[in-house]
């Protein structure tokens, strides 16, 4: 159902409804707060899946005060050696923009719940991550691998589609009035195709694994801005350098029953009066697969909050990471992340390494100071930048 060109079964708005419009998903927040072929897929894929997927490239699977930086500091050297080295990672730089990506993981493919997805030439970055508390752990790694897999082909795809079936430059808004700035027309088509193709690949592990679960959150890099859309309880952190700082804005906001956010959603998905779902402590409100839960309740989904950060003019640092990294917020991640870079370290080992769950999983991405200048980025209607 990948290839073709006509949204199949699978594809369909969920609970016979609509889509949601693409304006109404989007959040904008400010500055401040190769295509080749996998040779060795680190996620456990099989050479086949891979030859199966030509659009797969590298897949794997607030800061309060100086006192407690340094007990957590503390905390983190009397961790085992065991979560303190990182099992597998890669690291590369993208061509033309020059942003770098850095994944590292405390676990071995085959012994993890969760993977990560580097798609360089398409500037899309994923973390999967399987959730165990809504079922068998078994099935939830079976859920992040398929999804690892498929998310970012399908949002490129579906975007490859929008684009091409209505141009940026014919764009309208809900109301039916034209998108003049093409900046504006992109962000509302990649903020639609990001909304599709979480949809899309919810829908396909609902038919391919059965009752696995798992959660995820994508970064794009865009000449339009930086993307972020997540599920479920994995988060996404960007820090822009500014005068010296490092200034740190919460991308993304999990999905769970101690959200107020989310359970304003859930009262509003469901009948007046209603109970929040009855499910697990550490279990997310919304995720991809878990077709029996949905089922039963129908205000668990699989679709994203999508989230634009307009490009800056100081360096930034985006981190992804599963629940395991942000056991001490959302600060002394992105600190260490950045002291790990500027002394010359890979900052996801160095998040891996002051992890302290078992399983956990990051990936940090480094963008160039005035990456949204020039034309270091594909055009706002492509996916990928022109040859040099």
Known sequence: WLSSKRPPHCCRPPLGGTWPPMAARLVQVTSRSSLGLVTAAASGASAAFCVGNPWLYQLGRHQQQCQQARACASQCEEVGQKWRRPAAGTSGTCDHSGV??????????????????????????????????????EEAAACA?????????????????????????????????????????????????????????????????????????????????????????????????????????????????????????????????????????????????????????????????????QHGSGRRFVILGTPAIWEHGPRLPLQWAVEAYRAGRSPADELIARSQGGDAVALVLVLPAGLGEGSRLPPHDELVAPAM
């Open 100 to 137: 770098k990506f850095y994944a590292a993981r405390s676990r071995k493919a085959d012994d993890s719940a969760h993977c990560f997805a580097v798609a360089e030439r398409l500037h899309q970055f994923a973390i999967i991550d399987g959730v165990a508390s809504l079922g068998v752990p």
């Open 145 to 309: 691998k398929f999804c690892g897999g498929w998310l970012t082909p399908l949002i490129a795809r579906c975007f490859a589609d929008r684009v091409q079936s209505s141009p940026l430059r014919h764009a309208t808004r809900a109301d039916g009035s034209l998108i003049e700035d093409e900046e504006e027309a992109a962000a509302a088509a990649w903020a639609d195709s990001l909304t599709m193709g979480f949809g899309m690949c919810d829908q396909g592990a609902a038919q391919e694994v059965g009752s696995g679960a798992c959660g995820a959150v994508v970064c794009v890099v865009a000449r339009s801005g930086i993307y972020v859309a997540s599920v479920g309880l994995s988060r996404v952190v960007i820090g822009t350098e500014a005068d010296g700082e490092i200034l740190c804005d919460e991308a993304s906001s999990p999905h769970r029953l101690t959200s107020e956010s989310e359970l304003e959603r859930l009262a509003d998905a469901g009948p007046a009066g209603a109970s929040p779902p009855q499910l697990p402590s550490k279990a997310p409100t919304r995720f991809f697969g878990g077709a029996a839960l949905k089922q039963a309740d129908a205000r668990l989904v699989g679709l994203p909050d999508v989230i634009r950060h």
